[in-house]
């Protein structure tokens, strides 16, 4: 059974840092992509960062462009999103998904990815 699995997050002050984790199991992550999305209530589910697998390939959305990180741990089956510089509109749920063997880029869509966890709360409010 595929599974995404998302933690790490949290309530944290403006200018603080938080680090997402999204754990693969039924699957091998190194065969996938891994994007971050991010919704708020009444809002579309948009797409945050995303990271290939067979390339060395990510994107940013330009609001977080410079403020987060992605990365993978193939051994682990697990992929990350470190965000610093944490901003109150930064306050939404974060979702990861994947898609096989998928090319990241500023065309990618919530439609495109297959699988996804179930969210983790980020607020950042002081």
């Known amino acids: 059974q595929v599974q995404l699995v998302e933690s790490g997050g949290d309530l944290v002050q403006p200018g603080g840092s938080l680090r997402l984790s999204c754990a693969a199991s039924?699957?091998?992550?190194?065969?996938?992509?891994i994007a971050w999305f991010r919704q708020v209530p009444g809002a579309e589910r948009e797409g945050v960062s995303c990271?290939?697998?067979?390339?060395?390939?990510?994107y940013y959305a330009d609001s977080v462009k410079g403020r987060f990180t992605i990365s993978r741990d193939n051994a682990k089956n697990t992929a990350y999103l470190q965000m610093n510089s944490l901003k109150p509109e930064d306050t939404a749920v974060y979702y990861c998904?994947?898609?096989?063997?998928?090319?990241?880029?500023?065309?990618?869509?919530?439609?495109?990815?297959?699988?996804w966890g179930q969210g983790t709360q980020v607020t950042v409010s002081s």
């Open positions: 998904a994947a898609s096989w063997d998928y090319y990241c880029s500023a065309w990618m869509r919530k439609g495109d990815f297959s699988s």
């Open positions: 990271i290939s697998n067979r390339v060395d390939s990510t």
């Open positions: 039924g699957f091998a992550l190194d065969d996938y992509a």
